[in-house]
């Protein structure tokens, strides 16, 4: 089993800026293909952002593109998400995901969605004042 703990949620203004971490459990980071999830109240959870597994190739919903920034640390275990310009609409529960199948086939496509992901983060609540 890995754990993943976010951290870095709070209540912020519009414009303003959060920055979120997860960090996980075990030895295999390095190996896993992570991604960020939030739901609001009353919604599905949607796709945020997705990593590789070096970092150096990532993904993100057209709703943060240009605001957001995904990155990790494989070295300290941990996934970042810068979150600038923050907009009332990005008030949500977000999730950090780990996948740690062999391929990541068709990633980011398939990376997009939750059902790519093995292990889920408790959650921080990001609200976003107007």
């Known amino acids: 089993q890995v754990q993943l703990v976010e951290s870095g949620g709070g209540l912020v203004q519009a414009g303003g800026s959060l920055r979120l971490s997860c960090t996980a459990s075990?030895?295999?980071?390095?190996?896993?293909?992570m991604g960020w999830f939030r739901q609001a109240p009353g919604k599905e959870r949607e796709f945020v952002a997705t990593?590789?597994?070096?970092?150096?190739?990532?993904d993100y919903a057209d709703s943060v593109k240009g605001r957001f920034t995904i990155s990790r640390v494989n070295a300290k275990n941990t996934m970042y998400l810068q979150m600038n310009s923050l907009k009332p609409d990005d008030t949500a529960v977000y999730f950090c995901a780990a996948d740690d199948s062999l391929s990541g086939s068709n990633w980011p496509v398939t990376h997009r969605r939750s059902y790519a992901y093995d292990y889920w983060g408790q959650g921080t609540q990001v609200t976003v004042s107007s």
């Open positions: 075990g030895r295999a980071f390095s190996s896993y293909y």
């Open positions: 990593i590789n597994r070096s970092g150096a190739n990532t």
